[in-house]
């Protein structure tokens, strides 16, 4: 299974990378997108199972990945791990299809949580 990781921050893609093997996903293909733009072409091009994506990123915004992604027919499986966290943005995820919303600090156990369901 590969997961793609899109943060504009290298460190965190680091802790998220880290915490995806804590919480027991590290076996997993992981691939990192360092913007929105490289995240949208690495999601087309790579064809991941999941996508973690930063909300505000350089060039195309976390919420701007999925609805380019939704407009051109992927479904795949999206969600957003953020230090902002509004309702307005919560619905707006939810609306765009995105299946999660995972506030910065987060723990392992989240991930766990949260992705077992989705990736089995």
């Known amino acids: 299974m590969k ?6 921050s290298r460190v965190m ?13 590290g076996d997993h293909d992981l691939i990192e997108a360092s913007n929105g733009r ?5 999601a087309k091009s790579e064809n991941p199972d999941l996508v973690l994506s ?4 350089p060039e195309m915004t976390g ?4 609805r380019q992604l939704r407009a051109s027919g992927s479904d795949v499986k ?3 791990v953020t230090s902002e966290s509004t309702p307005e943005m919560k619905d707006q ?10 506030v910065k600090p987060f723990s392992a156990e989240r991930f766990d949580e949260v992705f077992a369901p989705i990736l089995g």
Request: net charge negative; no cysteine; hydrophobic share 60%.
């Open 3 to 8: 997961i793609l990781i899109a943060d504009d």
């Open 13 to 25: 893609r680091q802790i998220v990378v880290r915490t995806l093997r804590q919480a027991g996903f």
């Open 38 to 42: 490289e995240a949208f072409d690495m």
């Open 54 to 57: 930063d909300w505000n990123m």
């Open 63 to 66: 919420i701007e990945v999925l």
């Open 78 to 80: 999206f969600g957003f």
């Open 93 to 102: 995820a939810q609306a765009a299809g995105a299946l999660f919303f995972i």
